[in-house]
């Protein structure tokens, strides 16, 4: 059967999602606690990979088994062999015909910034941060320029391995609650560093440093080194991908209420 997992999870202390020879990453820990739950080999794949310092709030896996246990199972099973900072929230029993990559409909991120002329202290790792007052407005118009399908070749880093560089970015939204900023994008699928990219650019603009009209500009040169420099991991939440109702995915966890 294929068995479908969320996951949470703090990013601060991992090399990112994919596996690698260190052990250190999100991949790694959960195939090593469904492992010994299961008592076998436990491969999973995800809807969209995470790098260093980022944090997952439904990261969704599958995996397939042959081993015939509740989907509640799954969970209390595999927590109890998680570090503390990652935790399976829900999991069910889909068809084959599911795949939580090539399924997904869109994917969600939010990105929450700190405001303040002092660095974060008590949310370090978990917010980024800029000591200059942004505008709000300014902010506003230059995301409504990426909305649509575009080429976002400036926003992508050199080492992304997407076939093509088009996406179709359907949502920004800008909130502010007292010091914080969240901002959310919504699109088909993203590039390696493309939220980073777009927060560099996004930042200096509410900084006043360039004009809203500089990110079309940026959009139109499909030049990275034409846009502002990757913004920080901290403060960068996967929150999920959607997927048509019939699969019957939840499309948010506790976790989103904890975010500014």
């Not at 991992?14 to 492992?35: H, M, P």
């Not at 739950?37 to 436990?42: C, E, G, I, S």
């Not at 800029?130 to 649509?148: I, V």
């Not at 400036?154 to 992304?160: D, I, N, V, Y």
Request: proline share 5%; glycine share 8%; with cysteine.
């Amino acid at each position: 059967m294929r068995v479908v997992l969320g996951v949470s999870y703090n990013g601060q202390g991992y090399q990112g999602w994919q596996s690698q020879a260190s052990g250190l990453t999100i991949q790694d820990q959960l195939e090593r606690a469904l492992g010994r739950f299961a008592n076998q080999r436990v491969s999973t794949l995800c809807a969209g990979r995470t790098d260093a310092g980022v944090h997952g709030l439904m990261q969704v896996v599958h995996f397939d088994t042959e081993l015939d246990r509740d989907t509640y199972s799954w969970v209390r099973g595999t927590n109890a062999n998680l570090p503390k900072d990652i935790a399976v929230q829900w999991a069910l029993k889909t068809t084959p015909d599911f795949h939580c990559r090539a399924s997904a409909l869109s994917r969600r991120y939010a990105y929450v910034l700190l405001e303040s002329p002092i660095r974060p202290s008590v949310e370090i790792g978990r917010v980024g941060w800029t000591f200059n007052r942004l505008d709000h407005d300014a902010m506003r118009a230059a995301a409504d320029l990426l909305l649509g399908e575009h080429d976002f070749s400036s926003f992508r880093a050199a080492q992304c391995q997407a076939l093509s560089p088009v996406k179709n970015l359907f949502r920004i939204e800008l909130h502010q609650r007292g010091a914080y900023w969240r901002m959310e994008f919504e699109a088909n699928a993203f590039l390696h560093h493309m939220i980073r990219n777009i927060m560099g650019c996004l930042v200096q603009i509410g900084q006043g440093k360039k004009p809203p009209e500089w990110m079309a500009e940026v959009l139109a040169a499909r030049n990275r080194k034409i846009a502002a420099p990757t913004f920080s991991p901290d403060g960068l939440y996967f929150l999920g991908p959607r997927y048509d109702t019939k699969w019957g995915i939840p499309e948010r966890t506790p976790a989103y209420d904890g975010l500014p």
